[in-house]
């Protein structure tokens, strides 16, 4: 075949020439994909407890540091808290455990609180909304009154 293309060559070649697609076949059809948005974070909201291994490190994370002034590294930190955390006994795990369960008690009667507002504050948000239904109603056919009046002086 001399002086010919052969079939794989005009293949690459057409490749080359055709026009690439960006996108999803469901973008280049018009629609969109459902964007699945994260929910806003509310500032009100209790923050979740320390698990006693976290209670553990904010202890031994000061003592590390006054063995190891010079350490400046995070990740040596938390090995070395990690391996400490996992030869301890039960028993010495005890009052580390015990105070998780405290700060878990107290962030459940926060919880609690926080959603009993929560739940109050939709009632009363869901109150207001019809009330302004009301309202708006009630502005809007004033508007249009006081625009036909407005046309009649008009043309008076």
């Known amino acids: 075949m001399k002086g010919g293309k052969s079939k794989a060559e005009t293949k690459k070649t057409d490749s080359k020439l055709s026009v690439k697609r960006k996108g999803t076949a469901t973008e280049r059809a018009g629609k969109k994909p459902a964007k699945k948005e994260k929910p806003v974070k509310d500032p009100n909201k209790p923050k979740r407890p320390a698990s006693a291994f976290f209670v553990f490190m ?87 009154e006081d625009e036909s009046g407005e046309e009649e002086d008009d043309d008076e």
Do not use: C, I, M
């Open 58 to 144: 904010e202890e031994f994370r000061k003592t590390f540091k006054e063995k190891h002034p010079n350490n400046k590294s995070v990740s040596v930190v938390g090995k070395a808290g990690g391996d400490k955390w996992k030869s301890l006994s039960e028993a010495e795990k005890a009052p580390f455990v015990a105070k998780a369960e405290k700060r878990k008690t107290e962030y459940n009667k926060n919880l609690q609180a926080y959603n009993k507002r929560q739940a109050e504050g939709a009632d009363a948000a869901e109150a207001e909304d019809e009330s302004d239904k009301s309202k708006s109603e009630v502005h809007d056919d004033d508007d249009d």
